[in-house]
Structures are given as C-alpha cells and as structure tokens.
Nanobody, 117 residues
C-alpha cells in the first residue's frame, strides 16, 4: 500500500525555521522524483521545490530560493524540506509529492505551516 506521510509542520515566528519530513512506503522510492507543494487559503497549489530521483538536481520557486532546501535520504525513504528565514507569506499546507512519469504520482495528506508572531 502506497503511503506518504508528512510531518514537521507547526507554528513558528517570522524568521524561524522548520524541517518538514515525508516518509514514503509501498513503492520503490529511489526511482521517484520528489517535490514539495504548498497551498495557502484561497490560493492555488504551487510548486515549492523539487529533487531528482538520484538527488543530483534540485529546483526551487523564486519565492523560496536561498531560504529552503530540499533533500532526500534513499536509505530511509524520506524527503525533507528545510525552511529557514520563514515569512508570514510562507503560511500554507505543505504537500509531499513523489512521481515516476505521468502514471505514478503519489501525494501525502499535507502538513500545516503557520508563520506568525
């Protein structure tokens, strides 16, 4: 059974940090590229960061470049998103996405990140 379980969200003050984790199971993790998306209230879901299946290529939305870092640990079947210098506009539900071509696309349930003083 395919499962993606996100964790690490919460309430943080502006300028703070959080580390999101996505635990994957039920499929061959190392063959899948990974992405983090987010969706704020009243807004469309947007791509935040991506990492290739081997981990050698990463991409970021302009809004998070220099502040967020995506990584993966194949031995643990996990994807991470380190978020530093958080801003109120980073408040959203964050989703983990694993994909291997157009047919094999899996989503987690999401984890809430709230940046507020």
């Amino acid at each position: 059974q395919v499962q993606l379980v996100e964790s690490g969200g919460g309430l943080v003050q502006p300028g703070g940090s959080l580390r999101l984790s996505c635990a994957a199971s039920g499929f061959t993790f190392r063959f899948y590229a990974a992405r983090w998306y987010r969706q704020a209230p009243g807004k469309e879901r947007e791509l935040v960061a991506g990492i290739s299946s081997a981990g050698g290529v990463t991409t970021y939305a302009d809004s998070v470049k220099g502040r967020f870092t995506i990584s993966r640990d194949t031995a643990k079947n996990r994807v991470y998103l380190q978020m530093n210098s958080l801003k109120p506009e980073d408040t959203a539900v964050y989703y983990c996405n694993l994909r291997n071509g157009p047919l094999y696309v899996y989503w987690g349930q999401g984890t809430q990140v709230t940046v507020s003083s």
